[in-house]
């Protein structure tokens, strides 16, 4: 029974095709787009997102340059479990700026932990991962330093691989690698850097990016509803004001989170290569399909992948079966490169918290009282 409720269909695809073409179309143009009624459109999406639990929503990528945020990649090596059930359970949730988290295994044991924190705080996240090793929680860390000019690519799940009837991707690898040898080696563009809007931000902004970042389908009116604000003549038209700025000036990009089990994507890999500049940019461009050149096909799932001073980091999420040809393309590239193997089970996205912003001063709280002492005030 449990496959018959997640078989898809036809009509179901092209919703989530138009769904990663437009994260954020109406069910209005949607229904257009795959020519069905709005109301059987809006009962289909409903039933992948709740029954079928294909769907798992659209979350908003902030724009970080703008929020005057940065993102900083740690790796913690732990060797005892209750060590790393405090760091899962106790310090990811007591950090005000921890983004995601994922158990590791392989070149490190531990935890994977990505922060969104404002800016010039990477040495307070230091001084964090340090006491914590003094402490002996963890046995060391390691900071994945991305180079700052350029700008991290994030590579959407293609679904147009997917063969819902099989329920197998089939995507040509042998095409995909050959392709690779066109692919130029020069630098990548430069990473935009978006003017600051925290001095036009107020608590109503936050709390509402807060909101977006995890659900930016999200109506205005479940967002006034779940934020408890109080009813007043002109709320309605504020809030979808304040939305529309924010949705033009503090998200960069939306991504549709398709649920793992239902696109058998259980196994997700970070790939750290060690390799010349010239490598790590054509992977870059290869991988890079805004700016392909000719008939190359697009990768076909959910990737990370950004530039460091000795290589690259790549962050892919693909079904078990795929993987080896995968690791295959990485070795013939980069052949010196460090493999992770994450937990999918034990993976958590953190939203924006709305209480870290500081309006009457328009920045967010970054003392060391704030980040430090508070985030370990109860470390076992």
Known sequence: MRDLERMLDAKDMEILLNLQKNPLATLSQISQQINLSVSNTSARLKRLEQTKRIYQGVHADLNTSALELEIYDFFFSVQQKQHLIYLEEKFSRRHPYVLFRNRITGKENGLFLQFRAPQSTLELIIETATILQDKGIIEDYQYLPREPEKKALRVKSALQYWNPTKKTWDFDWTRWKESYESAKSIPPPDREISHSILKELSDLDVKLLAELSLDARKKNVEMIQDLGLKPVSGLAQK?????????????????????????????????????????????????????????????????????????????????????SKFLDFVWGACPNFELYLFDYQTSQIYGLWAETFDSENHSWKKDHAYMVERVLEDLI
């Not at 392909?292 to 000795?310: A, I």
Request: with cysteine; glycine share 4%.
């Open 239 to 323: 809030v979808s004001r304040r939305v529309r700025f924010l949705k033009e000036k503090a998200i960069e990009d939306y991504r549709v989170f398709l649920h793992w089990t239902s696109f058998d994507l259980y196994q997700s890999v970070a790939i750290k290569g060690n390799c010349k500049s010239a490598i790590s940019n054509k992977i870059y461009n290869h991988l890079d399909v805004h700016n392909n050149e000719g008939e190359r096909l697009q990768f076909p799932f959910m990737s990370l992948y950004y530039l460091m001073s000795d290589g690259f980091f790549w962050y892919v999420r693909a079904p078990p079966n795929h993987l």
